[in-house]
């Protein structure tokens, strides 16, 4: 059985940062790709980046890009999402999700969900 646990969300200001944790179990991680999602409040869920366990390729959305950026330990099965220069509109709950095969930012394709964790970015 696969789980995922988020942790790290939280309340900050316009401009801070925060780091998102994935923490992964029930499985070997080595083929599978590791996703992160957000949904703001109104909204449909969306990507926002993704790394694969073997080998660390990454993608991002455009929206994140060059803010966020994506990270694994394999030796504690955990992903992190370091997110710099918050913005307002970066607030929503964040989930990690992830599946066996390529990168993809469809949402559909990723078999496993965490519970998700709050994200707040205050102006």
């Known amino acids: 059985q696969v789980q995922l646990v988020e942790s790290g969300g939280g309340l900050v200001q316009a401009g801070g940062s925060l780091r998102l944790s994935c923490a992964a179990s029930?499985?070997?991680?080595?083929?599978?790709?590791m996703g992160w999602f957000r949904q703001a409040p109104g909204k449909e869920r969306e990507f926002v980046a993704a790394?694969?366990?073997?080998?660390?390729?990454?993608l991002y959305a455009d929206s994140v890009k060059g803010r966020f950026t994506i990270s694994r330990d394999n030796a504690k099965n955990t992903v992190y999402l370091q997110m710099n220069g918050l913005k307002p509109e970066d607030t929503a709950v964040y989930y990690c999700?992830?599946?066996?095969?390529?990168?993809?930012?469809?949402?559909?394709?990723?078999?496993?969900w965490g519970q998700g964790t709050q994200v707040t970015v205050s102006s």
């Open positions: 790394i694969r366990w073997s080998g660390g390729n990454t």
């Open positions: 999700a992830t599946r066996e095969g390529p990168l993809t930012t469809t949402e559909r394709r990723y078999a496993y």
């Open positions: 029930g499985r070997t991680f080595s083929s599978y790709v």
